[in-house]
Each structure stands twice: as structure tokens, then as C-alpha cells.
């Protein structure tokens, strides 16, 4: 399953009048691999991430998703990936079983497949006295983890990843990819953006954005050894510094 190529783009562009926001990008990545989509606020990740889950209509290139084309099969895409964004990802006025049935239900699973993953993630996530509270009341951390969990309740073969860890400690960011790791294991295809480097190294490959062009793409030792640094943050400042580009 490794090997078999879940996101194949080929000179994907998007322009918003004349603001190239992305600029001909061409990657691949496999079914079960960590994929890191980095570069500075700006660079064109979360519009190039928009275009890959159906949401924005690419100007020019091609792309398919988990085998989908993204121009013709945007719906039948959508049932194949699940999505977390920092911003929005679950309900606050709902309560944590609330927002776990109202997901699964989104996704199509049945009343059985429901109480089955329902009773499993609190279970694993250890909120099992959390379940009839608002998510409101519960630490950054635990939202975050709970939707993630949320995002793959429906074993999706892709799930993307916008910053997800933002504003999250140190020790919560960690738990967090150790919960990568487990879907990843399972098979599905992790697509995320961080702005965190020490993240970066968690990844299997990564592709580095600069003014909406993928400037470099390799594994981060493979990239450490290209640009002969000893971190990832190093990497980053010397692709970056080249910027044209003001930050958001």
C-alpha cells in the first residue's frame, strides 16, 4: 500500500486576478506517508490544500485525489478525505458525543458503525467523563486531538491537516503526532501545513513553498544533507530568505 499514489498534481496553478497564489506545483504522495506542505504565511499552502479538498477551482494544471479527478469528482473526493483547519473543526456549543455522532453522521456511517467509533475514541482519548460536556470547556489540546480523531472517524484514505497544532504546547504538540502516527500506520495519507520546523522532522517527505512554487522536496534528511545543515529551521531560513512575498 506504500507505494500507490493517493495525491498526484501535475503544474496545479491558481490565480486570483493577476496574484499568482500558487504557481505550477507537481508532487506525489503515497498512501500511508506523512506528507509536510511548509513555507511561510503567504507561500500558497492553505490554497493549494483548498484546491486538493475540492473547495477551490484550480485556474489551470491537473490533480487527482485518492484516484478522483478534481475538477469532474469534487463530491465523490470530499467522501474519501477528512480535514482539520486551526480554525474551525468542531462545534463548541455542542458536547464532545454530540460533535463525534453529528461527524460520523456527516460521513455516512450507520447508527451501528456510529456507537462502535463513538464509544472506541472516547475511550482512547480518555474522555469518557468529558463525553456529555461542551467541547467549549475543554483545553486547546484535547480539541485538537478530539478533532483529529473526528477527521478520521470515517478511515478516510486521505486526511489534511492545516496547522493543527497552533498555539499548542510542546507536550500536547507531541501527543498529537503520536496520533499521526497511529492513522498513518492504519494506512491513511496525512497531508499537513505546520510553521513548527521541530514538526517537519516528524515527517516522512516534505515539500518547502516559497512565492507559491515548491522549491525543494525530499525527506528532512535528505534536505538537511542538500543545503549541509543541521536542522530544518536552518533549511527553511535558506529557501526563505529569497522571499518576494510579505507575510499574512
Known amino acids: 500500500m506504500k507505494n500507490k499514489i493517493v495525491i498526484q498534481t501535475d503544474r496545479l496553478s491558481k490565480h486570483f486576478g493577476d496574484f499568482v497564489a500558487v504557481n505550477q506545483v507537481t508532487f506525489e504522495v503515497s498512501a500511508g506517508e506523512i506528507f509536510g506542505f511548509l513555507g511561510?504565511?503567504?507561500?500558497?499552502?492553505?490554497?493549494?490544500?483548498?484546491?486538493?479538498?475540492?473547495?477551490?477551482?484550480?485556474?489551470?494544471?491537473?490533480?487527482?485525489?485518492?484516484?478522483?479527478?478534481?475538477?469532474?469528482?469534487?463530491?465523490?473526493?470530499?467522501?474519501h478525505i477528512g480535514y482539520m483547519s486551526q480554525k474551525f473543526s468542531l462545534y463548541e456549543d455542542l458536547t464532545v458525543?454530540?460533535?463525534?455522532?453529528?461527524?460520523?453522521?456527516?460521513?455516512?456511517?450507520?447508527?451501528?458503525?456510529?456507537?462502535?467509533?463513538?464509544?472506541?475514541?472516547?475511550?482512547?482519548?480518555?474522555?469518557?467523563?468529558?463525553?456529555?460536556?461542551?467541547?467549549?470547556?475543554?483545553?486547546?489540546?484535547?480539541?485538537?486531538?478530539?478533532?483529529?480523531?473526528v477527521a478520521i472517524l470515517h478511515e478516510p484514505d486521505i486526511v489534511f491537516l492545516d496547522e493543527p497544532t497552533g498555539g499548542v504546547d510542546p507536550i500536547t504538540r507531541r501527543q498529537f503526532w503520536d496520533l499521526i502516527y497511529q492513522a498513518s500506520d492504519r494506512g491513511i495519507t496525512v497531508f499537513v501545513t505546520t510553521h513548527y520546523m521541530d514538526e517537519a522532522e516528524y515527517c516522512s517527505r516534505i515539500s518547502m513553498m516559497v512565492d507559491g512554487e515548491i522549491k525543494a522536496l525530499d525527506s528532512p534528511a535528505n534536505l538537511k544533507r542538500q543545503f549541509s545543515v543541521s536542522s530544518m529551521d536552518e533549511v527553511f531560513f535558506e529557501l526563505a530568505r529569497g522571499a518576494k512575498r510579505k507575510s499574512d
Open 40 to 79: 511561510a504565511n503567504g507561500a500558497g499552502k492553505t490554497t493549494a490544500m483548498k484546491m486538493l479538498c475540492g473547495l477551490s477551482v484550480p485556474t489551470s494544471g491537473k490533480a487527482t485525489i485518492a484516484g478522483f479527478d478534481i475538477y469532474k469528482q469534487t463530491e465523490q473526493i470530499k467522501k
Open 97 to 149: 458525543m454530540e460533535n463525534i455522532r453529528l461527524f460520523g453522521g456527516i460521513y455516512g456511517l450507520s447508527d451501528r458503525q456510529l456507537k462502535e467509533k463513538s464509544n472506541s475514541l472516547i475511550a482512547s482519548l480518555g474522555l469518557q467523563n468529558e463525553a456529555k460536556k461542551l467541547v467549549a470547556s475543554l483545553p486547546l489540546g484535547w480539541k485538537q486531538k478530539l478533532a483529529f480523531s
